[in-house]
């Protein structure tokens, strides 16, 4: 997916290959660290892209697993990849640093499945509307005025690079029906905001669902993000009050996935979603 490439997912590549390579060889962490001289930690957070190893790391590894020229090629691309700067750098200090793993990820998935139960989804909300919303909580979260523009800034890029640009990501969305109801911003923000919804839910790549206001809880959870990738596993990303946790173990992500397939059997199909958002929007006029 070249116009949508990731340094982070690289680095994770990066990671996982080093590691099947010292398994093929034979090797537990220990050894590895033991023959080169490091600490087994070090191995350990160069194998879970904790720590992005130097060029001459890389290479003193393939050199003790033996690695061909082909494999050796590939991975310092994968190292040199991995250290080129994201779209996001600019706006870094405004975002909570949970969040840049994220932006990254985010950029190789094709496919994003998002539950909400609160605000319109972060990928479907229009600039005044998520001005608004950060506006609301920050008081509460206590960001410079400065950030706020930055994160807002963070939030309309990341629509266009993902849904908007010439290889949008498959992008489903559920959300209550109160969502349609809770203001921010006035009532022409709302009445905006819901018209924006409308003509995006007509994109072939985009899928919006509603659960009515008279279906009971369908779960004890709150938002996640489920990002499907083509060839690296599952990863699923929960906003928490005090930073962000990205779930990555198999049967977790797993549980994830059948509660979202869940959530779409509950909700409302296509077009009674559509027209549900149209009725709300009269109520904004």
Request: glycine share 4%; hydrophobic share 40%; charged share 30%.
């Amino acid at each position: 997916m070249p116009e949508r490439g990731s340094p982070t997912l690289r680095h994770r590549r990066l990671g996982r290959e080093l590691r099947r390579l010292r398994e093929r060889a034979g090797m537990i962490g220990e050894d590895a660290s033991s023959r080169l001289g490091w600490s087994t930690a070090k191995v350990s957070r160069i194998e879970n892209a904790k720590t992005l190893p130097s060029i001459s790391d890389v290479e003193a590894l393939l050199d003790l697993y033996g690695a061909d020229r082909a494999t050796r090629e590939e991975l310092l691309s994968l190292r040199r990849d991995a250290a080129q700067k994201g779209w996001w750098e600019e706006y870094r200090e405004a975002l909570p640093p949970d969040v840049i793993p994220l932006l990254g990820l985010e950029l190789e998935a094709t496919e994003i499945r998002n539950w909400e139960t609160q605000v319109v989804p972060g990928l479907l909300q229009t600039e005044p509307y998520a001005r608004a919303l950060l506006s609301h909580f920050q008081p509460v979260v206590q960001v410079p005025h400065r950030w706020l523009e930055g994160r807002v800034a963070v939030r309309m890029e990341r629509q266009r690079i993902l849904l908007f640009d010439s290889n949008p990501v498959k992008f489903y969305a559920v959300f209550e029906e109160s969502v349609l109801r809770r203001q921010f911003g006035d009532a022409s923000v709302m009445r905006e905001q819901l018209a924006h919804l409308v003509e995006v839910s007509e994109s072939d790549h985009i899928e919006m669902r509603i659960l009515a206001q008279d279906t009971p809880p369908p779960m004890p959870t709150g938002p996640f993000l489920h990002l499907k990738f083509p060839d690296f596993p599952d990863v699923v990303y929960l906003e928490e009050f005090f930073g962000a946790r990205y779930i990555e173990d198999t049967e977790q992500v797993y549980a994830y996935e059948r509660a979202f397939d869940h959530l779409l059997e509950l909700a409302m199909d296509e077009e009674s979603s559509r027209q549900c958002i149209r009725e709300h929007l009269d109520r904004w006029k």
